[in-house]
């Protein structure tokens, strides 16, 4: 079964045709990057309007890429929910008028979903349950995976998400935008233990994550050293940081797996390239005797052969919809 995947979120306009969820005839990504970048961050009436210029060829190269015409298209799976309005409205809207023009079923998709489903593509083994780690700009959850559309959250943060942290501490360290790449990157040449920075919990809620007060506390450090006028180490600055979040990432994630008795552990979303994540989880797995699966770097950001792997296990579910499909801000993973 092929679907045509339409990604169009936040400031990547994608399009992707996948088979059976799992193989990856074609995939392109039309990024705003290097446009966002002159602002320090996405600005969400441009990446509409960039979308509404984009949108047309990418999915023309995207079925041309695949050797495909819309006749050999199963089913059109689009990202609905969450991100920005103005952006996710042009996919919707385009997904919905391709899908009525041509008789071809609507699949709706959920961004987290997909990003947990661009496992499947990179994992071919992989099949729930698991316990996924998604950590992204916007979202940072521990999600139970009992099925394809059968998904709770059993932790998730009550304020930052872990990508907006990193964002914001290499904004303030006056890297360009998307600055948590960059900042992993300086990263590599600092030391960890350089400074010391906290740990925040959330009391009751074991699972549950907050960055709001260590993003502050290493924005403070930045700050303060300024105003006396002495130099800090950025690499010693981004290595503790990445560090403290990692960890907070690791240890909760690591408890949930080890409360629940789960030994099938998956990471998804922009944040899942991060090299420390990946590197930490990868030995505390090993140690543990856990399954650890992670999506290869290229699917870990927004893409749209993510939304054609997922959208196919949704249709298997009979989860399609019809004209009056509307794109959300918000919405919960657990509804899809």
């Keep these: 079964m092929k679907i045509l995947g339409i990604e169009s979120s936040c400031d990547e306009t994608a399009a992707a045709v996948v088979e059976d969820g799992r193989n990856v005839l074609s995939s392109v990504v039309a990024s705003q990057v290097e446009e966002h970048r002159l602002y320090g961050g996405v600005v969400p009436e441009i990446a509409s309007r960039r979308h509404a210029e984009a949108i047309v060829p990418v999915v023309k190269q995207a079925l041309d890429d695949a050797h495909l015409t819309l006749k050999d298209i199963d089913a059109i799976a689009v990202t609905y929910a969450p991100g920005l309005i103005g952006a996710l409205l042009v996919g919707v809207n385009f997904a919905k008028g391709l899908s009525l023009s041509t008789g071809i079923p609507l699949i709706p998709t959920h961004h987290l979903r997909s990003h947990i489903a661009s496992n499947y593509i990179s994992n071919p083994e992989l099949k729930p349950p698991f316990l996924c780690l998604v950590v992204s700009g916007g979202h940072s959850h521990i999600v139970m995976v009992e099925d394809y559309t059968d998904m709770k959250i059993i932790g998730k943060t009550r304020d930052d998400a872990a990508g907006e942290a990193f964002d914001k501490a290499a904004r303030t360290m006056g890297m360009p935008y998307p600055g948590g790449i960059e900042l992993d990157k300086e990263a590599e040449a600092g030391n960890q233990f350089a400074y010391k920075l906290p740990r925040p919990v959330v009391n009751g809620a074991p699972y549950d994550f907050s960055f709001s007060g260590l993003k502050t506390a290493v924005i403070n450090l930045i700050h303060n050293t300024a105003q006396k006028g002495e130099e800090l180490n950025k690499a010693d600055v981004c290595a503790s ?61 927004d893409n749209a052969a993510m939304v054609g792997s997922q959208g196919y296990f949704e249709y298997l579910s009979g989860n399609t919809a019809e004209a009056d499909l509307n794109a959300f801000a918000t919405k919960s993973i657990e509804q899809g």
């Design 241 to 301: 940081f990445r560090y403290a979040v990692v960890d907070c990432l690791t240890t909760n994630f690591l408890k949930a797996a080890e409360d629940y008795k789960i030994n099938t552990l998956v990471i998804a979303g922009g944040v899942s390239a991060n090299s420390l994540l990946r590197s930490v989880l990868d030995a505390e797995c090993k140690k543990r005797g856990y399954k650890l699966f992670m999506p290869d770097k290229s699917l870990c950001g």
